[in-house]
């Protein structure tokens, strides 16, 4: 089917509480669910929908404008697009960048990604935010309510949803130089690339294991030092991961968990984790390190965090960055282990990099072991 044609039919969004958008179909013709999230960044679109911690989600921009730029076949964090259904106000099939490879029309056609537009996001956003994260419908096959009402109440809740064995690959992987002083081992739960390659630009060879490595072949690699990633879904679901970590722990050598990571960290340490409101998700995240005293504006993207009560009151974890907004903890360390964690991006892409100084500090711990 022609653009222009696609463009022109009606798509329909249903929310689960019951409230229905109208507007235009974008992408591919069809219909898609998952849970209902927001991001507030102004760019650095492709990125968002190629990380693989948006697995199962489906995504509102609320920028005004998403697509403007086009897209770049650099631009991406993992080998495909992992957001269920895009979300917009103005999603662009004209671009300017005289760089990109294709428009975004085209690439979620190709990438099998259903879209619809001429939402009023800030009203919906909105809705969000009051209400809490919810699951979602959209169509462009049918304005049947009732029938998208039915469909929408098999999808099931993020609560309790184990994703990361989904998107984790399936093969080991390195990056990095192989004569290397250092060897870092990474379990990917969804790992985003420049997650890697901040590491590899570090003078480290990385190689990377599929989620549910056992200890015993992390250990083959002879690493210096463990990364534990980023990824979709319940923390709490996770229960392979959580012994595994507790396993790493163990050899005492250093440890940096992000995001995911971060959770089965705490997890691993007796802390629990929760399912949050409506998450954070965005590129201007206000941080304090509470070691420096100095803040840093961050990148995030979880819908799950770490109990707070759990971990002040926690004889064995220290809390070292906090979140400026809401007070939420951003990271974390072990204090009997060279073992941290953080609960935001700092690879930063896309975002401000002012956290990549973590990487630095995982180097420095480990050289210092």
Same mark, same amino acid.
């Given at each position: 089917?022609? &653009?222009?044609?696609?463009?022109?039919?009606?798509?329909?969004?249903?929310?689960?509480?019951?409230?229905?958008?109208?507007?235009r179909?974008?992408?591919?013709?069809?219909?898609?669910?998952?849970?209902?999230?927001?991001?507030?960044?102004?760019?650095?679109?492709? +990125?968002?929908?190629?990380? %693989?911690?948006?697995f199962?989600?489906?995504?509102?921009? &609320?920028?005004?404008?998403?697509?403007?730029?086009?897209?770049?076949?650099?631009?991406?964090?993992?080998?495909?697009?992992?957001?269920?259904?895009?979300?917009? /106000?103005?999603?662009?099939?004209?671009?300017?960048?005289?760089? $990109?490879?294709d428009?975004?029309?085209?690439?979620?056609?190709?990438?099998?990604?259903?879209?619809?537009?001429?939402?009023?996001?800030?009203?919906?956003?909105?809705?969000? !935010?009051?209400?809490?994260?919810?699951?979602?419908?959209?169509?462009?096959?049918?304005? @049947?309510?009732?029938?998208?009402?039915?469909?929408?109440?098999?999808? %099931?809740?993020?609560?309790?949803?184990?994703?990361?064995?989904?998107? #984790?690959?399936?093969?080991?992987?390195?990056?990095? @130089?192989?004569?290397?002083?250092? !060897?870092?081992?990474?379990?990917? =739960?969804?790992?985003? !690339?420049?997650?890697?390659q901040?590491?590899?630009? !570090?003078?480290?060879?990385? /190689?990377?294991?599929?989620?549910?490595? #056992?200890?015993? +072949?992390?250990?083959?690699?002879?690493?210096?030092?463990? =990364?534990?990633? &980023?990824?979709?879904?319940?923390?709490? #679901?996770?229960?392979?991961?959580?012994?595994?970590?507790?396993?790493?722990?163990?050899?005492?050598?250093?440890?940096?968990?992000?995001?995911?990571?971060?959770?089965?960290?705490?997890?691993?340490?007796?802390?629990?984790?929760? *399912?949050?409101?409506?998450?954070? /998700?965005?590129? &201007?995240?206000?941080? *304090?390190?509470?070691?420096t005293?100095?803040?840093?504006?961050?990148?995030?993207?979880?819908? =799950?965090?770490? @109990?707070?009560?759990?971990?002040?009151?926690?004889?064995?974890?220290?809390?070292?960055?906090?979140?400026?907004?809401?007070?939420?903890i951003?990271?974390?360390?072990?204090?009997d282990?060279?073992?941290?964690?953080?609960q935001?991006?700092?690879? $930063?892409t896309?975002? %401000?990099?002012?956290? /990549?100084?973590? =990487?630095?500090?995982?180097?420095?711990?480990?050289?210092?072991?």
């Amino acid at each position: 089917m022609p &653009n222009q044609e696609i463009k022109s039919l009606p798509a329909v969004l249903v929310l689960e509480d019951g409230m229905v958008f109208h507007g235009r179909s974008f992408g591919m013709v069809g219909t898609t669910s998952g849970e209902l999230c927001f991001n507030t960044g102004m760019t650095g679109y492709q +990125e968002v929908f190629t990380d %693989p911690s948006y697995f199962g989600q489906v995504l509102i921009m &609320n920028n005004v404008h998403t697509g403007n730029y086009g897209v770049k076949a650099e631009d991406v964090e993992s080998s495909t697009v992992k957001i269920k259904g895009l979300i917009g /106000r103005n999603l662009e099939e004209k671009f300017s960048r005289l760089m $990109a490879n294709d428009s975004l029309q085209n690439y979620l056609i190709e990438q099998k990604v259903v879209a619809i537009e001429d939402i009023d996001t800030r009203a919906l956003v909105t809705h969000i !935010r009051e209400k809490g994260a919810m699951n979602c419908i959209i169509s462009s096959e049918t304005a @049947d309510v009732e029938s998208l009402k039915a469909a929408l109440k098999k999808v %099931p809740s993020m609560e309790g949803l184990e994703l990361a064995s989904l998107v #984790s690959t399936t093969e080991v992987y390195h990056m990095g @130089d192989p004569n290397a002083t250092i !060897r870092i081992a990474v379990l990917d =739960f969804g790992v985003k !690339r420049n997650i890697i390659q901040c590491m590899a630009d !570090r003078g480290t060879y990385v /190689r990377v294991h599929p989620a549910k490595t #056992s200890m015993e +072949e992390l250990m083959k690699f002879e690493p210096h030092g463990f =990364f534990i990633s &980023n990824g979709p879904g319940d923390p709490s #679901s996770m229960d392979y991961a959580v012994a595994t970590v507790k396993k790493i722990l163990e050899t005492k050598k250093p440890v940096f968990g992000i995001c995911l990571g971060h959770q089965l960290l705490a997890l691993a340490n007796g802390i629990p984790t929760f *399912k949050m409101h409506h998450g954070h /998700r965005g590129l &201007n995240h206000p941080v *304090k390190n509470l070691m420096t005293g100095l803040c840093e504006i961050t990148t995030q993207n979880h819908g =799950f965090a770490v @109990d707070p009560d759990a971990v002040r009151n926690s004889p064995s974890i220290e809390i070292t960055h906090v979140n400026l907004n809401d007070n939420s903890i951003e990271g974390i360390k072990v204090k009997d282990r060279p073992a941290f964690s953080v609960q935001y991006h700092p690879e $930063a892409t896309p975002g %401000p990099h002012d956290s /990549r100084y973590l =990487f630095d500090d995982f180097i420095a711990l480990i050289n210092n072991n």
